[in-house]
């Protein structure tokens, strides 16, 4: 997926989405999930995600966990907690294998985005390997204060909101920085050009075809 362009790695990310909306089937939704990791494993970034992607299944589960007592059918429930890992996998999958400068590149030249608007869309998911980073730096911090996390999942999914207060300060303090870099670099203030590389080639186009097959085949079989 690093050899594809930018935009078409996008739109996989968007894609995907948009078939784990139309599908139901805990099953396909699962193959779907396994496909995803296969292609984060090709990457060589399951192993840097695993803990990540551990807390996520906790949190799928509990978002499946809470929807039963409400007579919610439990392939429902299911199907519920995987979209969640499919869509949020996604995005990952997407960050792993494309650089944020080339995809930024690619949505205004090629999409005409204003480069302002693409700018923000691009550094939100920039945000989310740091979160993904400082989320491990709070726990670790949290051990070395004393904090003994508890081998029971139900305790250990409740143990992760002691990590939103913390995650949110760090957020608006990195937000505050990031406004004030930009205003003393004059963000917006000049016409911007782009080095990188990202046209389409042959195998971005063969991808493209795919991706509509498989949608029109998902749209037909739901």
Same mark, same amino acid.
């Given at each position: ?89 996604? *995005?990952?999958? %997407? ?6 400068? /080339?995809? @930024?590149? $690619?949505?205004?030249?090629?999409? +005409? ?50 990590? *939103?207060?913390? %995650? ?6 990195? /937000?505050? @920085?990031? $406004?004030?870099?930009?205003?003393? +670099? ?37």
């Amino acid at each position: 997926m690093k050899s594809l362009a930018p935009l078409c790695n996008l739109l996989l990310m968007i894609m995907v989405s948009i078939w784990t909306v139309l599908l139901w089937d805990p099953a396909l939704l699962a193959i779907l999930l396994a496909l995803e990791l296969g292609l984060l494993a090709v990457a060589g970034q399951l192993g840097k995600l695993a803990k990540a992607l551990f807390g996520l299944f906790m949190v799928a589960m509990f978002f499946a966990a809470i929807q039963l007592p409400f007579d919610v059918a439990v392939a429902t429930a299911v199907a519920s907690g995987l979209k969640m890992m499919v869509m949020t996998v996604a *995005v990952l999958l %997407m960050l792993a294998t494309t650089r944020l400068p /080339s995809l @930024t590149a $690619a949505l205004v030249r090629q999409v +005409r985005i204003p480069y302002e608007y693409a700018f923000m869309f691009t550094s939100a998911l920039r945000f989310m390997p740091d979160f993904i980073a400082e989320s491990h730096a709070v726990r670790e911090a949290q051990v070395c204060r004393g904090y003994v996390h508890s081998k029971n999942p139900l305790k250990r999914i409740v143990a992760y909101a002691a990590l *939103v207060e913390p %995650m949110v300060l760090r957020a608006i303090t990195r /937000s505050d @920085t990031m $406004a004030m870099s930009l205003e003393l +670099r004059g963000f917006g203030s000049v016409n911007r050009t782009f080095s990188q590389q990202i046209a389409f080639q042959t195998r971005d186009y063969l991808m493209v075809g795919f991706l509509a097959l498989v949608t029109a085949a998902v749209i037909v079989c739901r």
